[in-house]
């Protein structure tokens, strides 16, 4: 009877022990997936915010932009005349 309790209580604890491993491995996975989205999410805000202050550089300080950003800014804003036929 002693050796059947000592098994038993030797099972439950393996049990636990599995049961905790796998616990820690699943939250090692979502922790992972969350810092993926968090920091995904990070880098969309970032660039968005960086293209925001280019756009007020650009508008508050048009002297600095290159000529070719100039030219380009200029045909996106001024529609291209095609020659007629």
Known sequence: MMVEA??????I???GE????E???QARIDAKTEADRIMAA??????QEVNRARSRCARRFPSLQSPARKRFSSAKSTPRRTPSS
Request: proline fraction near 0%; charged fraction near 40%; avoid cysteine.
């Open 42 to 47: 990070a880098k969309a805000e970032i660039e």
């Open 6 to 11: 000592k098994t038993r209580a030797s099972d």
């Open 13 to 15: 604890v393996a049990q």
């Open 23 to 25: 616990a820690v491995d």
């Open 18 to 21: 599995k049961l905790k491993s």
